[in-house]
């Protein structure tokens, strides 16, 4: 039957419509039915239903936070800072670490060859020598030698080594000079014996058969002075360094040839040791000078091994995947087909721990995968150098001018990082490349293993760049039992106007449709929702910006009303206009941005019929 409201409507039927039409007015509110943003007793208990148009008085909500209203669901990816901001954060898994290794090299002996040299004196010094008080007959100095041994060492290098300047080594070297009968009896003393090692090795002395000797290892001349011929004549040591930036000559050179591709390269070790003594006195008796005066040498070196070098290297820096972030319980304003997470600047920050001398470059890609496990996204990261021996720090960004980069040692700019979380993922993974640089000198231990420990994070503030968007989706229900019994005569509307103030620096576009008991949306030719405007931003973030809005809800086939239980909504939170005038760079604080519904009006053109027989 066709009622009309008087004020002596009993309070049943008053709840009943009242509910109906205050349930259209929490559409904007997204607050839930049991909010009290309405005062009811400011309703005129005398209000009929009937004529053109039925006004309800004007009404105002509280500011409405969004922490009243997005809910984070435990999530492991977005959380609410101190200050309110909302922000990203997530870190990766342990990454197992590389340990670059550049094996020892081994250098053994393919030839040595120990000589004998032939000292000649002439016969006319001994009618020009003159007797001293020591039964020696001083002579005119006499000088002689020659070349008293020749060796060549050689060994293979390990593909890593690209080049060497220097290098660490440890090989006992013992050179022994002999002397004939003959000799030490017509010339009992030297009065220098010089012996010529390749300049390249530099020799640590440990023991020589004289004390007086000088050691140069800029010329590889070892001299001892006032050596007794009588006595065994040696000089004992270890060879600690190799230097391969010396020059060479025909017969003793050290040369480094690199491997090409993965094949090894050699060292070859060539050298020869030339002996020189001088003598000013002669044994007083000997009347002629000898023959069979001869000086030989026998030298002795064991495997050269080379510990430690100085130059370039190329070892293995196996890092491959710097470890999963997996995201679990997503809030649900980031989940969605229409929804576009462009982050203004996110930043991922790389930690790099490097015990090798050696400086590196990593490059990648940044994968995110669905649950399924298929690629969703891929961003290449450009090469970034990894600091020698040190803790390097790494920002990849969008916008480097937005960072503090007195943080990192080096700040990378990625235009299309935001697309990792443009969906959100349920895995990212950071696929590396990592190569030592070949092309700067270093110095390291051979055989000994080394550690580059990578660690990372991603984070970002809820900030929109153009193009963002995200979707807020929520339900009123429960309404059917109040107006089960109602329908709107036809060309009968209810309307719901509102001056909604923003204070978020995003546009907020609203759509919804009715529901029936089960939950199912009704299609829009039987119920129809309308919602005229895009609510505009704050370009602030501070200052509300007002957009009158205006819902309507009409029937298009007759009866429907009594089929409707609620309202789904979905608020579209946008950094632009359709694309136009796009606000970014703005981080959403869950305290500070309100959303505020003002001059409330709820009205119903056309009437009401209601049958609560």
Known sequence: RDLRMSRGLGDVYKRQMLVCLLSCGMLTLGTGCTDNDFDLSKIDTTIGIGGDELTLPTNSTENIMLDDVLELNNSDLVYVAENGDYMFKKEGDDCAPAHPLVD??????????????????????????????????????????????????????????????????????????????????????????????????????????????????????????????????????????????????????????????????????????????????????????????????????????????????????????????????????????????????????????????????????????????????????????????????????????????????????????????ATIPKTIQFEADANADATKEAEIKLGHQYTITPKYNVSAPLAFDAGAQITYRDTLDGWNDDIKDCELAEGSYIELMSDIENKLPAYLKLSSNAIDVDGNEIAKELIEVKVSNMIEASTDGTTAKTTPVTITISEKKKGMLKKVDGLTFKIEVAADDNGNNPIVGKTINAYNHTITAKNIKVKLVGKIIADFN
């Not at 041994?149 to 090989?171: D, L, N, Q, R």
């Not at 014996?193 to 140069?216: A, G």
């Not at 023959?291 to 495997?303: I, R, V």
């Not at 087909?337 to 920050?349: G, K, Q, R, S, T």
Request: hydrophobic letters at 35%.
């Open 104 to 421: 020892k090299v081994d250098v053994s002996q393919t030839n040595i060859k120990n000589l004998k040299i032939e000292v000649t004196v002439p016969s006319s010094v001994l009618q020009s020598a003159r007797k001293s008080p020591s039964r020696l007959k001083k002579i005119n100095e006499v000088k002689s030698g020659g070349k008293v041994a020749e060796f060549e060492y050689v060994g293979k290098t390990p593909k890593e080594i690209k080049e060497i300047t220097s290098a660490g080594v440890s090989a006992d070297v013992v050179i022994n000079i002999n002397l004939t009968d003959e000799l030490k009896q017509f010339i009992p003393t030297f009065k220098t014996l010089t012996m010529q090692i390749p300049s390249y090795m530099h020799l640590n002395v440990t023991s020589c058969s004289e004390k007086n000797y000088s050691y140069d290892k800029n010329t590889g001349k070892i001299t001892l002075t006032n050596v007794k011929t009588a006595s065994p004549i040696y000089i004992k040591g270890m060879i600690d360094v190799l230097d391969f930036k010396t020059k060479g000559t025909s017969t003793s050179k050290l040369t480094f040839k690199p491997g090409v591709g993965n094949a090894d390269g050699t060292v070859d070790m060539k050298g020869e040791i030339e002996t020189s003594i001088v003598f000013d006195e002669v044994n007083a008796t000997a009347g002629t000078v000898p023959t069979n005066m001869y000086l030989s040498a026998k030298m002795t070196m064991g495997k050269i091994t080379i510990n430690s070098a100085k130059g370039k290297f190329d070892p293995e820096i196996d890092l491959g995947d710097l470890g999963n972030i997996e995201i679990n319980d997503v809030p649900d304003f980031l989940t969605g087909d229409d929804v576009h997470v462009n982050l203004y600047n996110p930043v991922i920050e790389l930690e790099v721990n490097s015990d090798i001398a050696i400086a590196g470059t990593l490059k990648g890609n940044i994968v995110a995968k669905d649950k399924n496990n298929k690629t969703i996204a891929q961003v290449a990261i450009p090469t970034m150098n990894i600091k020698p021996n040190a803790t390097t720090r790494i920002c990849i960004c969008k916008y480097p001018d937005e960072v503090n980069k007195s943080k990192y040692d080096e700040v990378k700019k990625v235009d299309n990082l935001s697309d990792i979380l």
